[in-house]
């Protein structure tokens, strides 16, 4: 958990910055803003000319759903928000229930980005990737 600022993403071996990341002060005690997608993996593609970033992953019970996902593109970061709910039926039934999420972005500089996706108790999925 970081407090609140702004930070530069760094690849230490190469001694190079990959851009900054903004986090904000939290109103509550827990890691996340939200209840977030338990995403398994992510990933950049391009798709007939379109910047995409494709997000899979599984709910463990049949209330869980993909309510939102906010998507942050700053000049080197893309953060991407999957927000979750659950359903307020009693019925729900334990399980695996995969999702797969795709997700089209604004025309992007030739670069390379971090993308960083936030997932399921405090935890994020980070890579990077090349537009050209």
Known sequence: ???AGNY???VPEAKMVLGSLTVKPTSHSE???YLYAPVTQA???KD???NQVVLTGEFSNSCMRLARTLVDVQP???IVQPVADIAASG???SGSFPFKQVIDL???NDGRYLLHVRSLNGHALNTLFDIR
């Open 76 to 78: 080197k970061v893309v």
């Open 91 to 93: 019925s729900c039934v």
């Open 8 to 10: 530069e993403v760094r």
């Open 48 to 50: 007939n000319g379109k």
């Open 43 to 45: 990933y950049f593609q």
């Open 1 to 3: 958990i970081l407090k």
């Open 31 to 33: 890691p996340d803003d």
């Open 106 to 108: 604004p025309a992007m």
